[in-house]
């Protein structure tokens, strides 16, 4: 089911087995937080506020000469995340704009030379390690601020022709980038003990693209996997032909129509989601999902093989907006109750058919099917070609039995088959966002 592509080009050896094996705890989370936190918090308005608005160097200054989260408390942070059932979480430690949330030697613009003058990042580790959380570094490839990284032809700027690029770029060196990232990100994976997952952001291959020879990926992926031999890294550096080049693919504020496949394989995945549109933090958005679409974003990558990582963008005080607060907590509110359908979970097989508005989802290991209701039906739940599969049913949440019935009625009669089922549902739904069915299976 979770069988792995491979290629020639090796940058790591491993077989398909010990790949799956390094994974299965991360394939078995399901679900992880993913924080967006930086000077742009500040800002409060998107964290490309500095390319949107074109804001000068000497401007985007005084986010970091006043930056001071005093109400930052990690440990409350990682409680959150727990209680909504997330098992792993990725912050950034650099974002595009090239501000580090950690501790450096290779340059000042990190957030010991702020007023608030601690590590962010080192404080972070260890309050998430504390509630047994899997620990993840989102670091920027691209870098807004490093003297030496060739301005970007891709992204708002303000030159307009090959010439005004040419003019800004001629002083600036590519290959000094190269290196401090790689020092970099060899002092992330080397000061804060194991990490569990490396998400670095990102490749625009093509004619005024960053790729793999920009970054140095090979060598950086090298370094990443000898410091760290357990880590998971996702797919944007551009080496999707490596072996040992990424992980998994990581589809971002869209839906997934079907398993992502490379070379006709099923491949790990993550869908990157965020309550409202922006990564960082943006007072004056208004755009936030509700309970329960946040809830089908989470099962609906389960009922297709992948993960959910969704977004919280602190502010700039250190706090989470009330309404990710919100989010969070009515999302534990059904995980309480209904992550037994989450965890350890994938597709179903495909013999079983997801009746009408509903969500498939199965592990393997208890040979459980869960069936989410994402539209609560009538009571005479009809599941085709269930007959000779299914044991037992009951509702997840209170563990009540549901009666197995014939589908009924003289008139309906000849046009079902002998494997249909009817579920005898109650016929007021239940006092849960989503009623999730488990189904034992023969
Ligand atoms: C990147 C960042 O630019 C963004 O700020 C955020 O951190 C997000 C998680 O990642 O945005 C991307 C990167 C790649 C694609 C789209 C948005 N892509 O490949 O479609």
């Known amino acids: ?37 930086g000077l ?31 109400l930052f408390d990690p440990s409350e942070w990682a409680k959150k995340a727990k209680a909504a059932g997330m098992k792993y979480a990725v912050i950034t430690t650099k974002h595009h704009e090239g501000f580090n949330m950690f501790a450096s030697d290779y340059t000042d613009y990190n957030v010991m030379n702020t ?16 509630e047994g959380l899997g620990i993840g570094f989102y670091y920027s490839l691209i870098d807004w601020h490093h003297p030496e990284y060739t301005i970007d032809r891709v992204h708002p700027q ?24 790689k020092n970099q990100v060899r002092e992330i994976l080397t000061n804060y003990g194991q990490i569990d997952i490396l998400w670095l952001d990102y490749s625009f291959p093509g004619e005024f693209g960053k790729g793999r020879d920009d970054w140095g990926s090979i060598d950086l992926m090298k370094m990443v996997r000898e410091l760290q031999p ?76 992948g993960n959910l990582l969704l977004n919280v963008g602190p502010t700039a005080r250190g706090t989470f907006d009330e309404r990710a607060d919100k989010a969070l907590v009515e999302m534990g509110e059904w995980m309480k109750y209904n992550s037994r359908s989450i965890y350890n979970c994938t597709q179903a097989p495909d013999e079983f058919e997801a009746p009408d508005n509903t969500l498939l989802t199965y592990n393997p290991e208890t040979n459980r099917l869960y069936v989410h209701l994402l539209d609560y039906p009538l009571q005479n739940f009809l599941m085709r070609g269930y007959g000779d599969k299914v044991k037992y049913a009951q509702f997840l949440h209170d563990a009540s039995e549901i009666k197995i019935g014939k589908p009924y009625g003289h008139w309906i009669e000849q046009k079902h088959a002998e494997n249909d089922i009817n579920l005898l549902l109650p016929v007021n739904k239940p006092n849960v966002e989503i009623p999730v069915i488990e189904l034992f299976l023969k």
Request: net charge negative; proline share 3%.
């Open 158 to 181: 303000s030159a307009s022709s090959k010439e005004e690029y040419d003019e800004l770029n001629k002083d600036r060196d590519m290959s000094i980038y190269r290196e401090y990232l």
């Open 230 to 305: 357990g880590i998971i890294v996702n797919d944007r550096a551009d080496l999707k032909d490596y072996q040992g080049g990424w992980d998994f693919t990581t589809p971002e504020q869209f839906k997934v129509d079907k398993w992502p496949e490379e070379n006709g394989v099923r491949i790990p995945w993550e869908t990157c989601q965020t309550f409202s549109g922006s990564w960082g933090y943006y007072r004056d958005e208004h755009t936030w999902k509700d309970n329960k679409q946040l809830l089908v974003l989470l099962i609906e990558s389960v009922s297709k093989g």
């Open 115 to 130: 007023p608030y003058g601690r590590d962010i990042i080192k404080q972070w580790v260890d309050a998430f390690r504390a």
């Open 1 to 37: 089911l979770n069988q792995l592509a491979f290629s020639q080009k090796k940058i790591w050896n491993e077989t398909p087995e010990q790949k799956v094996e390094r994974m299965k705890w991360w394939t078995d989370a399901r679900f992880g937080m993913f924080i967006h936190w």
């Open 40 to 70: 742009y918090a500040q800002a409060a308005r998107h964290e490309w506020v500095k390319k949107r608005e074109r804001i000068s160097d000497e401007d985007y200054q005084k986010y970091f000469e006043i930056f001071n989260p005093d």
